[in-house]
């Protein structure tokens, strides 16, 4: 198989494709799942138009000597897990809690259809 110079980096690319396919059919076969594609920081820099786009399809992992140093995700990815971090539960030490939240608290009302859990408290006194 002959390649020409001037298509030499799309026949690299389609190789090196090939084989990133291969190695995540393999993980897949062993781990039972699918497998996120990572590699390496030079090649998601060299290559950065090609991984932008496969970021809509899957999350990348970015790696640097062998370890995960970032992800690279689409922006609705990103915009999802913003809001899943804004639902998440605070916990504050009483000295830390903000005005609004001490505010919040002190003026909170307790559903009329529990009132029978307060009858039982009172019952125990």
Known sequence: MSRCSSCAPECALRSLTAVLKFRNLLLFRILG???MVAITATEFA???GRYKEA???EPIAITSYGRTSGYFVSAQ???ELQRLRALERRAYRLS???AEVADAIEVAKMNPAHDHLN???K???
């Open 33 to 35: 799942k699918s497998a």
């Open 46 to 48: 060299k290559n950065f």
């Open 55 to 57: 970021a809509q399809r």
């Open 77 to 79: 990815e990103y915009a």
């Open 96 to 98: 830390e809690l903000p």
């Open 119 to 121: 009858d039982l408290l």
């Open 123 to 125: 019952e125990q006194k």
